[in-house]
């Protein structure tokens, strides 16, 4: 049995500690939001949280996760209004969406650690993530929107950011 | 066209009391689907019940196109409610609905705007009729807007689920009074889709996340060499492993290719992966083991001096024999690609005797029920009526989905089970084993008169067959129309004109990828006309204007390209600004490419204008994301290895060796919407096959290397 904890709730699963993070957060615990794209780290559909640094869950193994936070992307806030992801929904940033779930968490991991990401520091943090439809140029708007209502974000009234500040 | 003849008055046993029915209940009440489905000739798109609740139904697979908010804004226009205050719902290939559930082709906004407007107005009129004669006043002094009908003199409002039973008992009129496009409130403007909240947090459902109680997993081991099928198997070692519940063979049928795999079932993914490496199989490879793609090429070469048949003609070619010093030649090559749905190709289905349950990613659900034109259900090996199918958000269409292999081979595993199934392509299966967009060849010939007019214009192509590749009874002597796709409709005025075919045969699957061969005939048409006009010593813009003196969409078209991009604005001396511009059954759209030669002389693409042309548009901010992400699928197709067979087998298995663009590589893009009326033209496909020949042109402004060979490396042009 290996304790997993994601999304602040915890959950007991017999696996191979082998298997990738991913399968068990699908096909085990049955949380569908995180994607798989690849399998082996090209294209950040799978990425979560993994003690609030962004990882690509395909290569990871369940037992590295072990006793540690994980945060998916349906934990990220409680009502979908993390800035990130309003800032998604501003600008309907989605195409087909099935990278998003990955964009966001990439997207997440990057404004907590620069509040203010140029063009270039996006690019760099997002290069990971594929997204087929192309949304790129929206996908970096929506990452400067997201920067803004992160400022002003005790206005708003909005749930508190669940990422977790807690690094490895 | 929809009828629009007949409604529907349903006591609905589940509750809701009476509903109008100008739709069909995909909600699970299957005693009244059957008797919808039997009865035919309704509008089913819209159900309205008592309680007030409004539905609406989306015909099209939501793939990243739009049409979740789409579809049902133009009923909900004419219809007189906002998307605010419906339900939308995804049909799932039911009969009713037929072939108008197949999304491909751009079609959705442009073979339906019309009809879908007429669902929506006489939907509306009989409400108003209702309202009227409850309150014994003229109709004329009654409207309706937001789900309402008011009465103007006195105020008076019904809802349209107050008037639901008298609504029902009126004709639906066949052709309602539509509205003037100005009062207009959804279509034209910048409107969210209802679908993105659910594609932020996770619960957008796709294939790949349903999860059905009791399921097993699975995968399938299929002959690496593609073409190949097997031989013989041991699954001794397998079976051993815990986890691995079964192993079975497969067939995964494709058009003409058939090809039979072995399954392994397990009780995750994880294992049946695993698992799959000990499988012992032998292949029987039926001597495709030696092909490789080199050859093929060389093959598709020595093709092009064949006659092929005849596509088009005007005037005579042949007939002109001009001097050599007239005459301008080229040969142009493209690559097979990957179509790479971001979603791999998956699908769950259960058997339970005569019954089959399905549910999937697809762009073609009326084809896997049987309620379509077309019989690839049978493949299925079930009625019709026995096929209930459960179609979801789809992660990525392309083309990929408008084929039913995956389906077919999901179902013959299903068949060995008991339980429900989901079958999963890994990455690497998908890349490995097709299909794949063809690569098409290309040889053009232009002819100048004494006094410098392009009189003489030919292009023939020589490439693989969709046709054959997917019709058993397609006949090898005629033109296949799609491996030509557009290249005898463009609108310039030449005198001289023939497009031909030269059929290679071939036995990889191939398939349609966003924008059909018109993804790779552009690239050699458009590249070509630019040589010409350069022999000419004419600007690109200018020589095909030139070419357009009648009035056209072209023309009209290019006149805004010329403005909207700054076309006769001076570039710096290390900068160039190409165009191109593909007209085909899809649309219209034209682009013009900036380009920087950096100091290392590698090529920068800096600015892409695009515009295109829809004739009447319903999402604005949609379109715009539509095509910004048709130039990035171009671009990628343009500039990273394509796939390439050797010794039978594909040689690029994930994107480390079969790369996409990344966000780093993505120009700034400008989109110019047209919508002028006239003909409603398509937008997912339209904005992709101008832009690889309008950034060969810019490096050809801005360099002098003539690019003839997709893909190419903007660092050593």
Redesign the interface.
């Known amino acids: 049995m290996i304790s997993l904890n994601v999304n602040q709730k915890t959950y007991q699963v017999d696996v191979d500690p082998n298997m990738p993070l991913l399968w068990v957060i699908r096909d085990i615990i049955g949380l569908t939001g995180t994607k798989y794209g690849c399998g082996v780290a090209q294209c950040g559909a799978c990425t979560v949280h993994l003690n609030g640094e962004a990882v690509r869950s395909c290569v990871t193994k369940v037992s590295r996760a072990e006793g540690q936070k994980i945060v998916t992307i349906e934990g990220l806030s409680a009502n979908n209004d993390h800035p990130v992801q309003r800032a998604w929904q501003e600008i309907d940033v989605p195409q087909c969406g099935y990278c998003h779930s990955g964009q966001i968490m990439s997207a997440a991991v990057l404004l907590r650690e620069n509040p203010n990401p140029t063009d270039q520091d996006i690019d760099e943090a997002m290069s990971g993530n594929i997204c087929r439809c192309g949304t790129y140029l929206r996908i970096r708007k929506a990452i400067h929107i997201a920067a803004e209502m992160q400022k002003t974000k005790s206005n708003t009234g909005q749930t508190k950011n669940s990422v977790s500040p807690v690094k490895i | 066209m929809i009828q629009v003849s007949r409604r529907r008055f349903i006591k609905n046993a589940g509750g809701a009391g009476i509903a109008l029915w100008l739709g069909i209940n995909v909600r699970g009440n299957t005693i009244i689907a059957t008797n919808i489905i039997e009865s035919g000739n309704f509008t089913p798109y819209i159900l309205v019940e008592s309680g007030g609740a409004i539905t609406i139904f989306n015909t099209k697979p939501?793939?990243?196109?739009?049409t979740f908010q789409s579809i049902p804004a133009i009923i909900a226009e004419e219809f007189e409610v906002s998307l605010d205050q419906v339900t939308i719902k995804n049909t799932n290939g039911e009969k009713p609905f037929g072939n108008r559930q197949r999304a491909g082709g751009s079609s959705s906004i442009r073979t339906n705007y019309t009809d879908l407007r007429k669902v929506g107005a006489s939907a509306k009129e009989v409400f108003i009729k209702a309202a009227s004669a409850r309150w014994q006043a003229d109709e004329s002094d009654c409207y309706a807007e937001n789900g309402k009908v008011f009465h103007k003199p006195t105020n008076r409002t019904f809802t349209y689920g107050e008037l639901v039973a008298d609504a029902s008992k009126l004709e639906l009129p066949k052709e309602p009074k539509l509205k003037d496009p100005k009062d207009f409130r959804i279509l034209g403007k910048m409107a969210?889709?209802p679908?993105?909240?659910?594609?932020?947090?996770?619960?957008?459902?796709?294939g790949?996340?349903v999860?059905v109680p009791g399921m097993l997993?699975a995968t399938v081991a299929r002959s690496p060499v593609i073409g190949g099928t097997l031989k013989s198997f041991d699954a001794s070692e397998t079976l051993k492993i815990p986890g691995v519940e079964k192993v079975v063979q497969v067939e995964r049928i494709m058009g003409r290719y058939h090809s039979v795999g072995v399954a392994v079932i397990a009780k995750?993914?994880?294992?049946a992966l695993k698992a799959r490496k000990t499988l012992k199989i032998e292949w029987d490879n039926k001597g495709y083991e030696n092909f490789n793609s080199v050859d093929y090429e060389k093959h598709l070469r020595e093709l092009s001096r064949e006659e092929g048949v005849l596509d088009k003609t005007i005037g005579s070619v042949d007939s002109l024999n001009l001097p050599p010093e007239k005459n301008v030649e080229a040969f142009y090559e493209t690559p097979m690609v990957a179509h790479?749905?971001?979603?791999?190709i998956n699908c769950v289905a259960q058997v339970r005797g005569d019954q089959v349950e399905i549910w999937t990613s697809t762009q073609v659900p009326s084809s896997i029920t049987g309620s379509g034109e077309n019989d690839v259900h049978k493949y299925i090996g079930f009625m019709p009526d026995n096929i209930k199918l459960h179609s979801t958000?789809?992660?990525?269409?392309?083309g990929r989905r408008l084929n039913v292999d995956y389906v077919i081979e999901a179902v013959g595993i299903a068949k060995n089970l008991s339980q429900p199934v989901k079958v999963?392509w890994?990455?690497?299966d998908t890349t490995e084993l097709g299909p794949y967009r063809p690569m098409t060849f290309s040889q053009l010939k232009g002819g100048f008169s004494e006094d410098g007019k392009l009189i003489s214009f030919q292009h023939k192509v020589i490439s693989p067959s969709f046709q054959e590749a997917m019709n058993p009874a397609y006949d090898i002597k005629k033109v296949d129309g799609t491996m030509v796709e557009g290249i005898g409709e463009q609108a310039y005025e030449i005198p001289n004109l023939k497009t031909s075919y030269v059929r290679a045969d071939f036995h990889v699957p191939v398939a349609a990828w966003r924008s059909v061969t018109s993804s790779t005939l552009a690239f050699c048409h458009e590249c070509f006309i630019d040589e010409l006009a350069y022999k000419a010593n004419k600007d690109p813009m200018n020589f095909r204007l030139e070419l357009l003196s009648k009035p056209s969409d072209l023309k009209r078209v290019l006149l805004k390209t010329r403005e909207f991009s700054h076309w006769d604005e001076p570039l710096p001396k290390n900068r160039g600004r190409g165009m191109a511009q593909w007209e085909f059954f899809a649309g219209l759209c034209a682009q013009v490419v900036e380009v920087t030669v950096q100091p290392d002389q590698s090529i920068k693409v800096d600015k892409v204008f695009a515009v295109i042309d829809l004739g009447e548009v319903v999402n604005p901010?949609?379109v715009k994301?539509?095509v910004?992400?048709?130039?990035?699928?171009a671009l990628g197709a343009a500039i990273k290895p394509g796939i390439t067979l050797k010794d039978g087998k594909c040689m690029q298995h994930?994107?480390?060796d079969n790369p996409?663009?990344?966000?780093?590589e993505?120009p700034?893009?400008e989109v110019l919407i047209l919508a002028e009326g006239g003909k409603v033209k398509g937008v997912g496909e339209p904005g992709l096959p101008a832009f690889a020949p309008a950034l060969a042109n810019a490096i050809y402004a801005a360099t002098g290397d003539r690019i003839r060979k997709m893909p190419f490396d903007l660092k050593k042009v």
Do not use: C
């Open positions: 939501e793939m990243g196109q739009g969210k889709r679908d993105v909240p659910l594609k932020t947090n996770g619960s957008a459902q796709f790949i996340d999860q997993y995750s993914y994880w294992i790479h749905t971001l979603e791999p958000f789809v992660g990525g269409g392309l999963l890994s990455r690497e901010d949609n994301n539509q910004e992400g048709a130039i990035v699928m994930n994107f480390y996409l663009i990344r966000i780093q993505v700034e893009i």
